[in-house]
């Protein structure tokens, strides 16, 4: 199911006053890709990445929000859609009045049911070690 | 100053969803609400190892000291370019926007002839005629079901405080990746990047070519439908010589769409990665 997600926070800072970080000083809640295959110390996988693209923003409210079912490893997510449409058959006359011989298709306007079947969007991805700066 | 931290080892707890783009303040269309608390500043006057210029995501709803918002990727993905940082694609997506995209389609059908035996001509029109009817196809706009996560865009603006950066560490640019920072690996400009799934190889691609710089992808579908043609009864048996007329029964139709681009925005910078 797709759908849009809550980021639920597990964590949160407590108390007032300033935070002891980790000696590198890298603001904890910044999330990072790292080109290495697990997060460094002081850092933990960014869940709410895995399997997403990350789109920015600067609106707090939509932070940590999520849109959609995560990928799964190197997928090429597909879609499709439903078609739909008219087809007006014109009319070829005859010298016959109407009668039981039903081979002919009948002239007016068809409706046309079907599908634009699953297909990829087209667009290159690369998946990345994606890690959040923990609290320490 | 006051900042709010969302850190969120997260659960990514779904729902069914609106369309986006909620007002500020609701939950976003069925979006959810993050569960933010109003907080003093992690460390006032703090300062960090990132070099000025430095563009990163938070998992918190501002910047943290010796940072501001970097308006410019708004409602965007980045995608690493060694040579045209800031160039960008699409619209920004409002909150939570699910993008829909469009394609058309030629349709026709083609209809197999019977005859009758009689002749042709007079005032009976109730049978179509046999051969290529071309119709008029709508197709439904849809999304491409790309799942993403939106994280606050900020960019450095106070200097380093000289602090070791962990080995690895990806930042974005707008110009030339800083002294002592490598070129993020060529395979990546061009791509969309994802947060690796349990299970996922580092560094694999897969998708498309690599997008060409500010390339609006698009792609196609094949389609398949039915038309049925109905019977219309006529007094006459089936045989010579009055010919061409359509034959009843149900007709496949199947092409290709034409050409749609999903239309994620994006903005290009410069991926550089830490010694």
């Known amino acids: 199911m797709r759908g849009v997600g809550i980021a639920l926070v597990v964590g949160l800072l407590a108390g007032a006053g300033p935070v002891e970080v980790a000696n590198d000083g890298v603001p904890p809640g910044m999330v990072s890709f790292f080109a290495t295959p697990a997060c460094p110390a002081g850092w933990v996988p960014a869940e709410v990445a895995s399997g997403r693209l990350v789109i920015a923003v600067n609106d707090p409210i939509a932070v940590g929000h999520t849109v959609g079912d995560a990928l799964a490893p190197a997928e090429d997510r597909t879609h499709a859609h439903a078609i739909g449409g008219a087809i007006s058959l014109p009319g070829k006359s005859i010298s016959a009045a109407d009668g039981n011989n039903d081979s002919g298709g009948a002239s007016g306007s068809r409706t046309i049911a079907g599908t634009a079947g699953a297909a990829p969007s087209g667009l290159p991805f690369v998946q990345l070690t994606a890690c959040v700066r923990s609290l320490q | 100053m006051k900042r709010v931290l969302v850190f969120a080892l997260i659960a990514g707890c779904s729902h069914a969803h609106g369309r986006g783009g909620g007002d500020a303040g609701d939950d976003g269309d069925g979006g959810g609400t993050v569960d933010a608390l109003s907080l003093p500043d992690v460390a006032p006057n703090a300062s960090d190892p990132l070099p000025t210029g430095a563009i990163s995501f938070f998992l918190a709803t501002s910047c943290p000291s010796g940072w501001t918002s970097y308006d410019a990727a708004a409602g965007r993905a980045i995608v690493p370019s060694a040579t045209d940082p800031t160039v960008t694609s699409g619209a920004p997506l409002a909150r939570n926007e699910i993008r829909a995209h469009h394609h058309d389609a030629a349709i026709g059908v083609d209809?197999?002839?019977?005859?009758?035996?009689?002749?042709?001509?007079?005032?009976?029109?109730?049978?179509?005629?046999?051969?290529?009817?071309?119709?008029?196809?709508?197709?439904?706009?849809?999304?491409?079901?790309?799942?993403?996560?939106?994280?606050?865009?900020?960019?450095?603006?106070?200097?380093?405080?000289?602090?070791?950066?962990?080995?690895?560490?990806?930042?974005?640019?707008?110009?030339?990746?800083?002294?002592?920072?490598?070129?993020?690996?060529?395979?990546?400009?061009?791509?969309?990047?994802?947060?690796?799934?349990?299970?996922?190889?580092?560094?694999?691609?897969?998708?498309?070519?690599?997008?060409?710089?500010?390339?609006?992808?698009?792609?196609?579908?094949?389609?398949?439908?039915?038309?049925?043609?109905?019977?219309?009864?006529?007094?006459?048996?089936?045989?010579?010589?009055?010919?061409?007329?359509?034959?009843?029964?149900?007709?496949?139709?199947?092409?290709?769409?034409?050409?749609?681009?999903?239309?994620?925005?994006?903005?290009?910078?410069?991926?550089?990665?830490?010694?």
């Open chain 2, 111 to 275: 209809l197999p002839s019977t005859s009758f035996a009689g002749i042709a001509g007079a005032a009976n029109t109730g049978v179509a005629g046999a051969g290529h009817v071309d119709g008029a196809a709508s197709i439904t706009d849809g999304d491409a079901a790309l799942p993403y996560v939106q994280l606050f865009a900020c960019k450095k603006t106070a200097p380093p405080n000289g602090l070791s950066i962990p080995g690895g560490m990806v930042a974005f640019f707008e110009s030339a990746c800083p002294t002592g920072w490598l070129e993020a690996p060529a395979e990546w400009n061009g791509r969309m990047l994802v947060g690796l799934p349990n299970g996922g190889t580092p560094g694999a691609t897969f998708g498309g070519a690599p997008l060409a710089s500010g390339e609006a992808r698009t792609h196609t579908h094949p389609y398949t439908g039915t038309v049925a043609i109905p019977s219309h009864g006529i007094a006459l048996v089936s045989g010579c010589c009055a010919g061409g007329y359509a034959s009843a029964g149900d007709r496949t139709i199947s092409g290709t769409t034409g050409a749609g681009t999903v239309d994620l925005p994006y903005v290009q910078l410069r991926a550089c990665v830490a010694p």
